[in-house]
């Protein structure tokens, strides 16, 4: 079973929660762990990754923190997904090995199919999309 973890989940409530606390200043670390209810030295290591990837951009001393190195809608839910889980694919055998059965699988098919599912499904949302709060019964919290 495909499970996203913590830190996918919680990657996208950060992101989501800069996005709607952005402007010309970075915004500390201690603040969005108080807003989105998350260890803030559990969130240092999400934040490093996004911060690796040039989805953040971080400033350390008086007035540092973080801020968004795109604009929301730059930023694609399956690429923050895929670099904070390392693979969206829901078995094992669609990663970097092939299975040495490929052969004679018969459910390869059925695998590849749910694989492309989840990456398009993946890739056609972005922070912009998750910000959004006018869809009824729509709702952001992860």
Known sequence: MML??????????????????SGNDYIKLKDIAE??????????S???QLVSNK??????????????????DEIVVGDVLRLME????????LEDKP????????TLEFWRGL????????????????MRTDNAGFDYII
Do not use: N, W
Request: net charge positive.
């Open 4 to 21: 996203i973890s913590t830190k996918g989940r919680y990657a996208l409530r950060v992101l989501i929660d800069m996005a709607e606390h």
């Open 35 to 44: 807003r989105q209810e998350i260890s803030e030295k559990y969130l240092e």
């Open 46 to 48: 999400i934040v490093k």
């Open 55 to 72: 989805i953040l951009t971080g400033l350390r001393g008086k007035g540092g923190g973080y801020k968004l190195a795109k604009t929301p």
């Open 86 to 93: 390392g693979s969206l694919a829901p078995v094992a055998c």
């Open 99 to 106: 299975c040495p059965r490929v052969a004679e699988c018969r």
């Open 115 to 130: 694989d492309e599912t989840i990456r398009r499904y993946a890739d056609s949302f972005t922070v912009a999309d998750l």
